[in-house]
Each structure stands twice: as structure tokens, then as C-alpha cells.
Nanobody, 122 residues
């Protein structure tokens, strides 16, 4: 079965950086669009960044210019480099996958990881 395992979360001060990784197994990774999403306490889950099977990218306005999504098809891994972190970036970050194009709709993603906590202090 499909498994997505996130890592790299933690606590950092505002202005700092973190790099999240998501290792995928049980799927033909190169055929899947991958996304990072996040959910803060009391808020709905929201899109952060997407990358297509052909490595086209899409970013939420709130992270554009600060976050970078990338993928390594040989390793079956997608990354999220997060720079200039702000307290409002504090959330649980989830990796997700869907076969086909990199839809911006959360409901279009079929497979989800368990999440990794990112905490940014001021």
C-alpha cells in the first residue's frame, strides 16, 4: 500500500529555516503529483506548495518567495525548504500524493502522511 512518511519538523525561531522531507513508497512516484499542506490549531487544512510529476510548482501566496518545493524521483522523496520562517507558519505539515496533475484542491489528494509539527517562536 501507499505510504508517505514525513520528517524534518521541529522548533525554530522566527527567521530560521527548516527542511521537510517526505519519503513515498508503494507507488510509481514519478507519475504522482505531490503536495505539502498544513493545519494550524483551530484552522482548516490549507495548501502550502505543489509539484507536478514534471516538476512544475505552485505556491500559496503566504509562502511564495520563502518556501521551495522539490522532488527527487530516484529517491521517491519530496522536499519543502522553508526559509524566513514566521510564527504564523506554525502548524502540522502534511505530505500528500495524487496520480495526475497537481490539483490545488485538497480533496483531490488520495494519499496522506501522518504529519510533522513545525513550531516557529517569535
Amino acid at each position: 500500500q501507499v505510504q508517505l512518511v514525513e520528517s524534518g519538523g521541529g522548533s525554530v525561531q522566527a527567521g530560521g529555516s527548516l527542511r521537510l522531507s517526505c519519503a513515498a513508497s508503494g507507488l510509481t512516484f514519478g507519475s504522482y503529483a505531490m503536495g505539502w499542506f498544513r493545519q494550524a490549531p483551530g484552522k482548516a487544512r490549507e495548501l502550502v506548495a505543489l509539484i507536478s510529476s514534471g516538476s512544475s510548482t505552485y505556491y500559496a501566496d503566504s509562502v511564495k518567495g520563502r518556501f521551495t518545493i522539490s522532488r527527487d524521483n530516484a529517491k521517491g522523496t519530496v522536499y519543502l525548504q522553508m526559509d524566513s520562517l514566521k510564527p504564523e507558519d506554525t502548524a502540522v505539515y502534511y505530505c500528500a500524493a495524487r496520480r495526475g496533475y497537481h490539483s490545488i484542491l485538497i480533496s483531490d489528494y488520495d494519499h496522506w502522511g501522518q504529519g510533522t509539527q513545525v513550531t516557529v517562536s517569535s
